[in-house]
RNA sequence: GCCCCCGUAGCUCAAUGGACAGAGUAAUGGACUUCGAAUCCAGUGGUUGCGAGUUCGAGCCUCGCCGGGGGCGCCA
């Protein structure tokens, strides 16, 4: 926001050190950590400690105490035009080594706000990066259930992708579900075997249907303790089964083939209709099934270049001894199987496939994934095979791992059946949303009061996932995750419905409405800033609105870090911060009853800029602002 | 045996190597005739697992130890 006058007085401070043999260091400024007043901050003990190096003896924190004063004697004098109100900035102090400038509040104030009303929905948008990035995510297995796990992932993946959208990347989506291997023939066997056409109507109950089946058959092929011998010839006879109705599948025989894509579909409608839950638009669909042919060809390219080895003329398999490739000494990636003696592929061959038609076919440049943190060795390996293939992308590879979910009474199983499902959590988040807006909204019709508690419901369960960090495992108590009270996403809904709540006041007081825009759907909305009179903010501001304005003005750094450091965390902290301040604000400061005329232009002002901002974060979440709650 | 992650308030979690380690939650007290109380305000709560090291400065970086979780060539 006042990059001009930063510059101004770098440039000054870069002048004076030079002139007098200071060894200055890189300048970092950061935001001044006192509330009360805004300003940036930087310290003098790196250069300070510059000198010691070079064989002066300073005290450091003394010496860089006495170099902020200097400079700051500087930064006033060396110009004619001292610094002042009018290059809005107003103040400038050395203490404890740092040098701290002050902006001036009117001035901060008027351009903040300005610019986020100006922008509005851009506000905060990076400038394009030119560079195209794919974030993988959502690669459940079909002929299953959505859970709660998989939600993690679908939630952590579409935030990331907003997050660097915004930030400035050509963003592209990409979902990779599993869609054969062992555990998809075993539901296509069981289904043949015992329930052909016995399939539940309804999206989401068919496909919870398939997991239940899963269940079944595992129990049906798993090995049991004290098994008499008919169970056993009983199990290997299914055992049998199932393995030659995945070679009937392999061979791309056509009655297993239209089995497979049928049931196939049911799991893919399930979770397309999820996805729309989730408010997720795929732009690219990988399937497992359709990357077993590259698959193969690339092994004989790898062999061909060298970083494979071929010991199936040994009767092994084709293996990459990475370590020895990359001309390790200790022991990092290991050595990993690229086909089976049998002459299959696996998840790392495929893996390495679908990157080369990435960066082929798509031309990322760079290409992040979303996967469970257990795998996170394999990926490392992929990464440094694509190294040795020459793919300059593989540099911008990037794992964003997850701790897994787990529930209280222990790890969730899909074969054994003990999951919870991510439909059945969010009903019950419906339900609960439901039940919280009681008799806040008597005359809301039903059915906007339902679409509502669904963003409302989801709004809790989303930010539970997002304000943990990625790193760390959950254990999904339901209680929890569904709370709407202190740090949850219903906090940060309701500071916008607060603030909506403010503007729409006041334009019904002032203009009788008419003034609802066409095409909002929500009734009550009070989007629009055209009826915002200007405000110079030229009065003496309460702690409460300048803490509020310096969240504001802070969004766009957040953005940028999230961005680079790949973390939703970030915005999910910077989301509750913002609405704790507007919440306090909200409480002591009147905006409609304000003591002028002057007074209460720029407050709703600066709500008008809260709520842009609030509703840009919460889009960064994937969190929706309903306008009323 | 080797590798990765984690250990912060009773509990759940934050904190680009910088100024005073912060929130939520629980318990306590207060604030609705007011722009919506899903809120706000107040006090309480800490040897950042332990020990060294690097640094002007360490919750953060390095090493060792303790405790928990995960992974390690033909599963995904």
């Known amino acids: 926001m006042f990059d001009q006058e930063q510059r101004t007085i770098e440039a000054k401070i870069r002048t004076y050190c030079a002139r007098n043999d200071i060894p200055l260091s890189e300048l970092k400024w950061v935001p001044i950590p006192f509330s009360g007043e805004w300003g940036i901050s930087t310290s003098f003990f790196q250069t300070a400690a510059n000198e010691s190096r070079m064989g002066k003896k300073v005290n450091v924190p003394q010496r860089a105490q006495e170099i902020a004063e200097q400079v700051r004697g500087a930064a006033l004098s060396v110009s004619k035009d001292p610094v002042s109100d009018a290059s809005g900035i107003c103040r400038v102090e050395a203490v404890k080594g740092y040098l701290n400038l002050y902006f001036s509040t009117t001035e901060y104030a008027c351009r903040v706000i300005d610019i986020v009303l100006e922008q509005g929905r851009d506000f905060g948008r990076g400038a394009p990066k030119g560079e195209r990035v794919m974030v993988e995510y959502a690669q459940p297995n079909t002929h299953h259930s959505f859970h709660i796990g998989h939600a ?54 068919r496909g919870q249907w398939l997991l239940k089946i899963y269940v079944e058959a595992t129990n049906l092929l798993e090995p049991k303790e004290n098994e008499t011998p008919e169970e056993k010839t ?43 839950m989730l408010d997720i638009e795929m732009d690219v669909w990988f399937f497992e099934s359709e990357v077993d042919e590259p698959a193969k060809t690339i092994v004989e390219e790898l062999i061909a270049r060298g970083i494979a080895d071929d010991e199936r003329p040994l ?74 293939w020459g793919f300059k992308q593989a540099e911008k590879c990037f794992h964003l791992g997850y ?89 940060i809904q309701n500071a916008y419905v607060r603030a909506n709540s403010i503007l729409k ?43 509020l304005i310096d969240f504001i ?31 306090s604000f909200y409480h002591a400061v009147p905006v409609l009853q304000a003591e002028s005329e002057d007074v209460r232009n720029a407050r709703l002002r600066l709500v008008a800029a809260a709520k842009q901002t609030l509703a840009n974060t919460l889009w960064l979440l994937g969190i929706k602002a309903p306008e009323v709650m």
């Open 234 to 276: 009983q199990r290997e006879t299914y055992d049998a089964e199932r393995r030659e109705l995945y070679r009937k599948w392999d061979t791309g025989d056509p009655e297993v083939r239209e089995l497979w894509r049928a049931t196939r579909d049911w799991s893919l409608e399930e979770l397309r209709a999820i996805f729309d």
């Open 152 to 205: 993690r992932n679908a939630i952590l993946g579409e935030t990331l992708a907003r997050i660097v959208q915004f930030a400035g990347f050509d963003t592209v989506r990409a979902s990779y579900p599993g869609d054969i291997g062992l555990g998809v023939v075993t539901i296509l066997w069981a289904y043949q075997k015992f329930y052909q056409g016995q399939e539940p109507a309804g999206v989401h109950a």
């Open 403 to 491: 701790g897994f979910v787990s529930l209280p009474e222990g790890a969730m199983s899909a074969r054994r059946g003990v999951v919870v499902l991510f439909k059945d959590v969010a009903d019950q988040a419906e339900q609960r949303a439901l039940a919280a807006m009681g008799k806040r909204t008597p005359d809301m019709p039903e059915s906007e009061r339902k679409i509502i508690a669904q963003q409302i419901g989801l709004g809790a369960l989303k930010y539970a996932m997002l304000s943990v960090d990625n790193n760390k495992d959950i254990v999904f108590n339901i209680d929890e995750a569904l709370s709407f009270e202190g740090h949850t996403g219903p906090y």
């Open 505 to 547: 006041k006041f334009q019904v007081e002032k203009f009788r409405p008419e003034a609802q825009p066409e095409g909002l759907k929500v009734e009550g909305s009070a989007p629009a800033s055209f009826s915002l009179k200007p405000a110079t903010f030229n009065f003496e501001l309460t702690p409460h609105e300048i803490q």
């Open 315 to 388: 009767g092994g398999a084709v293996i990459v001894k990475i370590d020895e490739k990359l001309g390790l000494e200790k022991e990092k990636y290991r050595t990993n199987v690229l086909l089976r003696a049998d002459g299959t592929t696996l998840y790392l061959t495929k893996d390495l496939a679908l990157a080369k038609i990435k960066f082929e076919q798509y031309h990322v440049d760079r290409s992040i994934y979303v996967v469970d943190v257990r795998q996170s060795m394999h990926l490392q390996q992929a990464f440094a095979i694509l190294k040795l």
């Open 553 to 583: 003005s802070r969004f766009s750094a957040m953005v940028e870090q999230a961005a680079s450091e790949y973390r939703p965390l970030v915005i999910a902290n910077y989301g509750y911060d913002l609405a704790n301040a507007f919440h």
